[in-house]
């Protein structure tokens, strides 16, 4: 049977003693995966891990390790992963089994709607199947608050934002940069910290595009002098262009709408405390001084210069290096002016 998400929390704190077989499935694959483990967790069990390929082989096998009382007295779970079709009948004779002393956890990637593992799981009442999306927008946020939560952290909602976006995504990572932040600030369960900006510009997964965005910044301020000597350590024929490119789009726009806003009668100072702690405090005077230097229109005409320059590297044997620097100080002549 479908797992509705409204009732998922309670069916996997409080497990039904009648449901031998939990089937984990969908593109969020890390999102399965905890699911999963909160099972673990309801059942005070731990997991016995049983390769797919051997199902495969035996269907029986799946029903005879499920069955089975375990060497050391505890309680445990079957657990297959990674597990597709190549399953499915060994699930079958599962179901069809006795009772067995423990269930069957199974974590598949995306299922067709015509997988043959995921129709016996619905179609069986001792089964529970549940599809796991990629969380998106305000739930992926909250869900890094909860998950900084469990490793003793107080997350704020734009950092949430910002450790969201960093880890495109995916919870598994999130949850490793937490980690990483909750062991450098000392933070546990029961002694909690405050996430700081700090502690996330220094070791988030985002701080390593700090360097790419330095030429583009020097680029956007107008510093010149400086912009030429970081292009001469560029080496000469590297794969550095498209990547330098992209994060000076992310700036571009991430000012734009700043900008806009300036320009629609908010005041500078207004804009730049409404980012809060979004802004990482070492970029707030330059992120000032470019959203009085470049206007909504040069911006715009900034994102389409890169964005052509981007798309004429990928379709032809351009020199990737010469190309950038030009457009890069067509960019800090510009700032030049606009000052």
Known sequence: MKAAKGGLAQLLDRPDP????????????????????????????????????????????????????????????????PAGDEISDGVGALLEAPLPESPVVAIAGPLRKTSSLLKVAEAHPSALS????????????????????DVGLRVMPDLAQRIAAASGGNQAVALQELAKFALYLGAEKEVPKELDPETVGLLGADSAEADLMRLGDLALAGRMSELLEELGRIPHGGSEAIPILRALQRRLLMLAPLRSRIERGESLD??????????????????????????????????????????????????????????????ARAAGRGR
């Open 270 to 331: 207004g804009v730049m405390t409404s980012m809060g702690k979004a802004l990482f405090w070492k970029d707030k005077s330059l992120i000032q001084r470019l959203l009085s230097t470049w206007s909504a229109q040069r911006l715009a005409e900034a994102v389409s210069r890169v964005a052509q320059l981007e798309r004429q590297i990928m379709l032809s044997p351009l020199a990737d290096d010469a190309a950038l620097g030009e457009t890069l100080v067509t960019l």
């Open 130 to 149: 549940h599809i796991s999306y990629m969380p998106e927008g305000r739930d992926l946020e909250r869900l890094v608050v909860d998950l900084g939560r």
């Open 18 to 81: 009648n449901v031998r077989f939990y089937l984990f499935h969908g593109p969020d694959e890390a999102g399965s995966r905890s699911l999963a483990v909160r099972l673990l967790k309801g059942l005070g069990a731990e997991r016995f891990v049983v390769v797919s390929g051997a199902i495969k082989s035996d269907p029986a096998l799946l029903a005879d390790e499920a069955g089975a009382i375990s060497l050391f007295g505890g309680k445990r779970v079957i657990w297959v992963e």
